[in-house]
């Protein structure tokens, strides 16, 4: 298959080496260092011990690598904008394009269940319409991805997770196609599971109480494995998967219902000793997913009327830190700004 990676950072690269070892034809968007280290050397993956190496053709100009039978988008929320430009360059009749990001997807609207309540107002995460527009409903396929990975230098990444990596994959719709259905299978042959799901948004929601811990990782600067190991932080991250879990139920989704990744998550696995994603944005200085992981979950409660004290008080936590080192700005603060703006 034709596979392009967009954005070819830690989880990206881990694809791109899984599915370049194994025999695909795989191209990656990637920059700046990064790209100039896989131009030069590939992609190399180490996990569990192994090593596979993989050539990628890679570029800065989506037009380079035309048109794919399906691109990876793994670029985080407060990215995405970019990749709606660079849509028709990639695309053919087939094209599907899987979004694998943490937190409330921008598409989480489209072909819900009219059982189902309206979501809040989702436009935060799309600005403008930008992604609506560039990809038809039927081209987008969901993805919620657990597995954890370092970036050790250009083109070398580091999985944390061997035998534990999982992508599921669906449609927004949760129908079943022939595309999807062949997407599971390749990654499936390259070791990375990715079961069938009746419901995408199980997935979302349980990826994202995963998130909610991890964001307590971003107060106390620590990776997951003090809150496994320290008891009141251990309680604090239960009560905000408690939270969340009420908050998916009022809105038609059992987390339960979620597929489990192999291995499960177990204290002591090679997860627990890494810096979340958002803990490392903090500490790199990259802007980090407070709207997606943390306000847009927040909204979703207001919207169901479920109280969650413990998420307001970590969200409002997270979000003054990531402010503080500017790398967050949330939209009433702008809206703020536009405000007290002179006129005329």
């Known amino acids: 298959m034709k596979v392009c990676i967009f954005g070819a950072g830690a989880v990206g690269g881990h694809l791109a080496a899984r599915l370049g070892a194994a025999g695909h034809e795989v191209s990656a968007v990637a920059r700046g260092a990064n790209l100039a280290g896989i131009r030069a050397k590939g992609i190399t993956l180490h996990s569990g011990g192994k090593t596979l190496a993989a050539r990628v053709r890679a570029s800065d100009d989506p037009a380079e690598l035309g048109p794919q039978d399906a691109v990876f988008i793994t670029l985080k929320q407060t990215a995405l904008a970019s990749v709606a430009a660079s849509a028709a360059a990639l695309t053919d009749a087939g094209t599907v394009f899987v979004f694998v990001q943490n937190g409330i997807p921008w598409w989480y609207a489209q072909g819900l269940c009219a059982a189902r309540p309206r979501p809040p107002d989702l436009s ?3 600005p403008g319409g930008r992604l609506a527009r560039a990809f038809a409903p039927q081209r987008v396929v969901g993805g919620a991805v657990y597995s954890s ?3 050790l230098e250009p083109g070398v990444i580091k999985n944390h997770t061997p035998g534990r990596n999982m992508l599921v994959i669906g449609a927004p719709d949760d129908s079943s196609t022939e595309r999807i259905a062949a997407l599971r299978a390749m990654l499936a042959a390259a070791e990375i599971h990715s079961p069938p799901v009746p419901d995408m948004r199980a ?3 349980d990826k994202l109480l995963i998130n909610f811990g991890a964001s307590l990782c971003v107060a ?20 905000l998967i408690e939270e969340g879990r009420a908050v998916a139920r009022a ?3 059992d987390v339960g219902a979620a597929p489990r990744r192999p ?12 810096k979340p994603s958002m803990l490392q944005d903090l500490e790199i200085g990259r802007p980090m997913e407070v709207e997606a992981i943390l306000k847009m979950p927040v909204a979703f409660a207001r919207a169901a009327g479920v109280a969650t004290p413990t998420l307001d008080t970590v969200v409002a936590i997270v979000a003054r830190l990531a402010a503080a080192k500017g ?5 009433h603060a702008a809206a703020e700004g536009q405000a007290d703006r002179p006129r005329g």
């Open 124 to 126: 935060a995460l799309d």
């Open 263 to 274: 291995g499960g998550w177990e204290q002591g696995s090679g997860a627990t000793d890494h």
């Open 149 to 151: 990975n370092d970036v």
């Open 220 to 239: 106390i600067g620590e990776p997951v494995r003090a809150l496994m190991q320290d008891p009141p932080l251990r309680e604090l991250r239960g009560r």
């Open 251 to 253: 809105h038609g989704v």
């Open 327 to 331: 790398l967050y700005t949330s939209l």
């Open 203 to 205: 997935s979302v929601w």
